[in-house]
């Protein structure tokens, strides 16, 4: 399966991915339309599944011009989200299994940012390869969503789902948002080592306006706060031993930041 990064809109990414055996495509989180069907054409491939990871328009705004020029492609979300969706036919939950060409995706349920928002997990088929997360808005290189309709507990019980993933994982976030973040993460985390290198590796690949995206679960587990809310640097800038309030207090540092 092939990956592409699609940049649309301030600071989005569409992903389409590609199976060039059977010449099909599906795409993830399609903000828009016009970018996605440029691509496909490009690759002279039909697109056969669109997947959402929750309802926001900077999401699923590209659904129904998409299903106009490809009729028989189908729409899978959250059953969460059932009547948020545009043209939204399968309606999923945690544990679901759902495929593109001839690989299998898992589906986590990881509300927090939104109530009903999923995230796609593809395992890797060998051992000389990795995972990739399609998370939305859920987790992004170091920061996570916003808690517009979930709670401190919803997001960590999340959060953890996709920390138990393997190292190696590429995370597919929907937004360019790592720069920002980073500078919020050395705030509360200024010793870190490793995130000092990363925050300068970053600086550098936005100078040369490359992306981020995608990241290694690895490098986020060692960088990110937002999966760090139980980790001795963060609780003593939270000033709390207790991991949920913890998680609660960086979230709305952030918010303010
Ligand atoms: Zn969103
Ligand atoms: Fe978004």
């Not at 999923?92 to 997990?121: K, N, Q, R």
């Not at 060998?126 to 920061?143: A, P, R, V, W, Y």
Request: proline share 5%; with cysteine; net charge negative.
């Amino acid at each position: 399966m092939d990956i592409y990064r699609l940049p649309v809109l301030n600071d989005n990414y569409i992903f389409l991915l590609h199976d060039p055996q059977r010449n099909i495509a599906a795409v993830v989180d399609p903000a828009v339309a016009e970018r996605v069907l440029q691509k496909i054409a490009e690759l002279k491939a039909t697109l056969v599944s669109i997947f959402n990871t929750h309802h926001h328009s900077d999401h699923v705004g590209g659904n129904l011009a998409l299903l106009h020029h490809f009729p028989e492609a189908v729409v899978y979300a959250s059953e969460a989200d059932r009547g948020r969706i545009p043209g939204q036919q399968i309606f999923l939950g945690e544990g679901d299994l759902v495929s593109f060409g001839t690989l299998c995706a898992e589906v986590l349920f990881v509300p927090g940012h939104t109530s009903g928002h999923i995230a796609y997990y593809f395992p890797p088929l060998t051992t000389e390869t990795s995972g990739n997360l399609f998370c939305g808005d859920t987790l992004f290189s170091g920061g996570c969503g916003r808690l517009f309709e979930g709670t401190p507990v919803q997001m960590v019980n999340s959060l953890s789902k996709i920390r138990c993933l393997p190292d190696d994982t590429q995370i597919w976030c929907a937004h360019e948002y790592t720069l920002n973040n980073l500078k919020f993460a050395l705030t509360v985390d200024p010793q870190n080592l490793v995130l000092t290198q990363k925050f300068e590796d970053v600086q550098k690949m936005r100078q040369r306006l490359e992306a981020t995206v995608p990241a290694s679960l690895g490098i986020e587990k060692q960088t990110n706060p937002f999966l760090r809310w139980d980790a001795d640097a963060i609780l003593k800038a939270t000033k709390t031993q207790d991991f949920v309030q913890s998680f609660a207090r960086l979230r709305g540092m952030k918010d303010q930041f």
